[in-house]
């Protein structure tokens, strides 16, 4: 039997919920198909050198890409052996900010992981970011974007911005220090290139705590994100060799107890793929935050970046309606009301 529930009048705000490190393991890529089969995340990235990616990559493609984004999580960290552990990041980093990277050999790297993606998936990955945020690092960024441009032409994938996301930015140490590390320089050389991105990223901790502390955490996250934000999730459904394997076990219980749209005091939020809302058209501008885009509008966001009106069907089983809209400064709050036949 139908019932019509009226939900407070409120702001809906729909972004992506992507759970990265798909390929990692067969925990891993359990726990993104399920989450993903559940509706509560839109988007995975994938290790596509990992040992588990080309078994998982058969189970995604019977996912719709409506449904799920799927893109490439450049991997430039690889360990040594499959068992062993990551290396860290000092020395990429010291060589990228230095300049002293071997170019040759990492842009046969890129391309080698876009190729092992497309024979993997059948077409091109909807969007692309970092393991551990490499996509922004200096040198890598320039010969990612690059190859971007010069593969991708006719469709250009999204990328990840790593500014902090969320309407008050009340974003830890990690987070800041995540963004400065190539954030800014990657998002205006984007815009230069017409290349889209995410407005910005929720997700940012330490990986500590139990599964209450994660849990107040994601309420926090989405009480302030905005539409166009990235939120970010490691969710595992068993046990590895992996420094924050009992973490990434948590993350999936606690996000595969919510049923989305998941109603917040003062808004609703509903996971939606990305590229859904980049082809949507524009509304609302979201701004690139570097030193020297103060004030001004991303020339990339321009074209598809927008706080949208609709509601994504297969992702929000709420029948969504707006009854009015506001203004403030440049953005657009839309105000709804909502009936659901659950």
């Not at 449904?67 to 290396?87: F, I, K, Q, Y």
Request: some cysteine.
């Amino acid at each position: 039997m139908s019932e019509a529930t009226e939900v407070a009048a409120t702001v809906m705000q729909e972004i992506c919920i992507c759970a990265d490190d798909f390929g990692l393991s067969a925990g891993v890529n359990a726990a993104v198909v399920d989450l993903a089969r559940h509706g509560t995340i839109s988007a995975t990235s994938a290790m596509v050198r990992r040992g588990a990616w080309l078994s998982g990559a058969r189970t995604l493609r019977s996912i719709a890409p409506a449904r799920l984004d799927v893109g490439l999580h450049l991997d430039l960290t690889r360990p040594a052996s499959v068992e062993g552990p990551e290396p860290g990041l000092a020395r990429l980093l010291a060589q990228a900010y230095t300049r002293t990277l071997f170019a040759a050999g990492l842009l046969a790297d890129i391309r080698d992981q876009l190729t092992r993606f497309e024979d993997a998936m059948g077409r091109q990955p909807a969007f692309i970011d970092g393991h551990r945020h490499v996509h922004q690092f200096p040198v890598v960024r320039e010969l990612l974007l690059e190859e971007i441009s010069r593969r991708y032409s006719a469709s250009l994938p999204w990328l990840r911005s790593t500014a902090p996301g969320g309407a008050l930015r009340r974003e830890g140490l990690k987070a800041r220090v995540i963004h400065a590390l190539g954030g800014p320089a990657l998002q205006r050389r984007a815009c230069a290139r017409g290349i889209p991105h995410s407005r910005g990223l929720l997700g940012v901790y330490d990986f500590g705590g139990d599964a209450d502390a994660y849990r107040a955490r994601l309420y926090g996250w989405l009480r302030t994100a905005r539409t166009g934000d990235v939120l970010m999730c490691h969710p595992s459904a068993a046990l590895f060799a992996d420094p924050h394997a009992h973490a990434r076990m948590r993350e999936y219980a606690v996000l595969r107890a919510i049923d989305f749209p998941w109603h917040g005091d003062a808004c609703h939020v509903c996971p939606v793929p990305l590229t859904e809302l980049l082809q949507r058209g524009a509304r609302v501008l979201w701004r690139s935050p570097g030193p020297s885009q103060a004030g001004r509008p991303c020339a990339t966001s321009m074209r598809p970046s927008f706080i949208s009106i609709h509601s994504a069907p297969h992702a929000c089983p709420y029948s969504l309606k707006p009854s009015s809209q506001s203004f403030i400064g440049n953005e657009t709050r839309t105000v709804f009301t909502a009936s659901s036949s659950l």
